[in-house]
């Protein structure tokens, strides 16, 4: 097993820069950079360089343009405020005669500025992610993995409670069907799971809402965030008793739709079981039912659900639910990652890429030992012999 958890991680290195470099060559195509964001908001604001003047040259805005000007927007953006920008998103660089790389000197006639080509901004990337430096947000001035550790309470929270209640229903109710496969309490389970199923989430948090925070029927739960305002003032049986209070509708929200394809591959799994040789030879030697399906089909149809776990809570965890966390004004890596992605923040964008990538290729390595874990007679490193 050793041999194989060294391969599966020595396999991880191609992976991960195979996912880093597809994504890298995909925003190249994508209109609108980071830059493109940045002049986009200065447009329209009149006194926005207001007694602006250049890396050094001395000249304003007003010299620039003329002191007529209403709308600097309208006139264009100053030359020297468009390289600096440049500069400063990693684009560019100011390269001097005497070798000198640093910070940006555009007054100089020593020093031009040097476009940096997009393979070697994904090396520049790459060499810094392997030394753990995942740099800054272009906008907000806080590094990535701060921001990251910042929003990633509520997406635990979400990921976690949901996964874990998730398993807690669907795995009794799966077994309880594939025992009752075809009595009148398998159809009326099945039908209500297809209904939650197709219950959009972000359609019953809304529900959730009008009936239980102040809607329209009753103030039960909190309409917003993860705690209340007074959370640190609270005692610590308070502070948890707060907690869930919170994050209850949202749970709820974000799991509703989770129970329909877990309990129908639990009984599909022990049904499956069910009708194996060795289940028959269990009971002809006069096992009682409950000993032939805990103590027999139990570890054999639990396999894939049970090893699945880390798989389930990390793709819960990463995708978090966008729409439910705005319903709920909760700040989490769903918002993240989207506003990241319109403002075409590249270091949020490549720093959580990188970072969820390599957690879920350790994951992968995570279920297989899960695999193993359950099932001890699973053994991978024969089975790729």
Not at 217 to 230: A, V
Not at 254 to 278: C, G, M, R
């Amino acid at each position: 097993m050793g041999a194989y958890i060294l391969r599966r991680l020595l396999l991880i290195i191609p992976t991960l820069f195979g996912i880093m470099i597809i994504n890298f060559a995909l925003t190249q195509f994508v209109p609108g950079g980071p830059i493109e964001q940045t002049l986009a908001r200065f447009q329209g604001e009149g006194d926005v360089f207001a007694g602006f003047s250049g890396d050094g040259g001395g000249q304003n805005a007003e010299e620039t343009f003329g002191s007529d000007s209403d709308y600097i927007g309208a006139r264009g953006l100053p030359k020297e405020f468009i390289e600096t920008l440049e500069i400063e998103f990693g684009f560019a660089r100011i390269v001097c005669e005497d070798g000198y790389v640093g910070e940006p000197d555009l007054d100089d006639p020593a020093c031009t500025k040097e476009e940096i080509g997009a393979i070697e901004r994904f090396g520049i990337m790459m060499w810094n992610y392997l030394r753990l430096d995942f740099g800054e947000s272009y906008f907000r001035s806080i590094g990535v993995m701060e921001l990251v550790l910042e929003k990633m309470p509520v997406s635990i929270s979400l990921g976690l409670w949901s996964t874990i209640i998730a398993y807690i229903v669907s795995i009794p109710l799966g077994i309880r069907k594939a025992v009752k496969d075809g009595t009148p309490f398998d159809t009326y389970t099945s039908a209500a799971i297809i209904v939650a199923y197709a219950i959009p989430g972000f359609l019953f948090a809304i529900l959730l809402l009008v009936l239980f925070a102040g809607g329209s029927y009753f103030q039960i739960f909190p309409l917003r965030g993860l705690t209340s305002d007074n959370f640190e003032d609270l005692s610590l049986l308070g502070k948890v008793a707060d907690y869930f209070w919170h994050i209850a509708l949202p749970v709820i929200a974000s799991t509703i739709s989770a129970f329909a394809t877990l309990t129908l591959l639990t009984k599909n799994s022990f049904l499956d079981e069910i009708k194996k040789q060795y289940v028959i030879t269990a009971r002809a030697k006069g096992l009682s039912e409950r000993q032939v399906l805990y103590g027999h089909v139990f570890r054999n149809a639990m396999l894939i659900v049970i090893a699945g776990f880390p798989a389930v809570f990390i793709g819960v965890f990463f995708s978090g639910s966008l729409i439910i966390e705005t319903i709920f004004s909760l700040d989490g890596l769903g918002r993240l990652g989207f506003e990241a992605a319109v403002a075409r923040d590249y270091p949020v964008i490549f720093g959580t890429l990188f970072v969820f990538g390599l957690i879920g290729l350790l994951v992968g390595i995570l279920s297989d030992l899960m695999y193993v874990l359950v099932d001890p007679r699973i053994d991978f490193e024969r089975r790729e012999g």
